[in-house]
Nanobody, 118 residues
């Protein structure tokens, strides 16, 4: 059974930082592309950042230069360091894992709330 457990969300003032963590089990982590997505109520879930098994990263334009995605294969974990947070970063952040042979949309965690106050 696949489990993705996010942590690290919370309330922070604009300009502050948070670090999200996602612990994965039930997937072959080292071959999986891992990602962070976010969703605001009433809007579609959007990509924040992804990291491949080889360490290649991709970021949404809105977070480039502020957010950093990383992974630790020994801990089956992926992280999102978020700096210079803005109120528009407020959303539920979801961890995603995609195995090469798995479902096209991958697997999802339950999400963690990030709220940035102005």
């Amino acid at each position: 059974q696949v489990q993705l457990v996010e942590s690290g969300g919370g309330l922070v003032q604009a300009g502050g930082s948070l670090r999200l963590s996602c612990a994965a089990s039930g997937v072959i982590f080292r071959v999986s592309t891992m990602g962070w997505y976010r969703q605001v109520p009433g809007l579609q879930r959007e990509l924040v950042a992804t990291i491949t098994s080889g360490g290649s990263t991709n970021y949404a334009d809105s977070v480039k230069g502020r957010f950093t995605i990383s992974r630790d294969n020994a801990k089956n974990s992926v992280y999102l360091q978020m700096n210079s947070l803005k109120p528009e970063d407020t959303a539920v952040y979801y961890c995603n894992a995609r195995e090469p042979w798995g479902p096209s949309g991958g697997y999802w965690g339950q999400g963690t709330q990030v709220t940035v106050s102005s």
